[in-house]
């Protein structure tokens, strides 16, 4: 296949030999992005206000998020004040003889950064294979420590058999063996640091394992997760 270099593809191959994933990596700072113009700017246009009340607000994960930038609650507070008007008006939820042999389904919120991180996440996708088969960036991969999980999963179904489905793989089982290692090591060594030895690169062994099963903190989109 041709080798296209899309603004995803330099996106990703920047990120590739760092210490955790790259998709990852590249999403976070989507995802921060966003939600720091998200609540700045688009906030205060009518809008944006009607479609977040209308869409039930943003999912519980990036929700919490945005109650962690300083400095504009003023425009949090007037999102979630049109919200809860809409709550209000929506007849569904004060009914007084809604029926009891079934619960309906609660529509998950529509948020609208799960939508950013969804169309990043294909368009890093669709970069991978050309990311793989090329000498520069694939070298740079080998140097990493793989995927999440969550996100090689994805990736299994975007680069097809081939050398770069085979780097693909040989990296993250490689990946994968060394933090079993890290594992094994800091388990080992636990014990010994009441004798004042210090851990090396193994002390956050546990850490990089938990992000490699889920991948890191609101990168996912709620229907990846």
Known sequence: MAHIRTPAFFRLTEAFGGTGCPLCSVLAEVRAQYLRLYLYEYATAPAVQIAFAEGGGFCGEHSRELRRFHG?????ATLY?????????????????????????RAAPQCACCEVLRRETDALLGALESALAHADSASRFRAGPGLCLPHYRLALEHVPAG????????????GMAALQRDLDRFLAR??????????????NAWKR?????????????ADMR
């Open 81 to 105: 004040e049109r919200a809860l008007g809409t709550a209000l008006e929506d007849r569904a939820l004060w009914q007084p003889d809604r029926p009891r042999r079934r619960r309906e389904a």
């Open 209 to 221: 394992a938990v992000d490699i099963f889920v991948g890191l903190e609101g990168v996912l989109p």
């Open 163 to 174: 050398s770069a489905r085979m780097l693909l793989q040989a990296v993250q089982r490689a």
């Open 72 to 76: 504009h609650s003023a425009n949090l």
């Open 190 to 203: 636990t014990g010994e640091r009441a004798a004042g030895e210090a851990l090396g690169d193994e002390g």
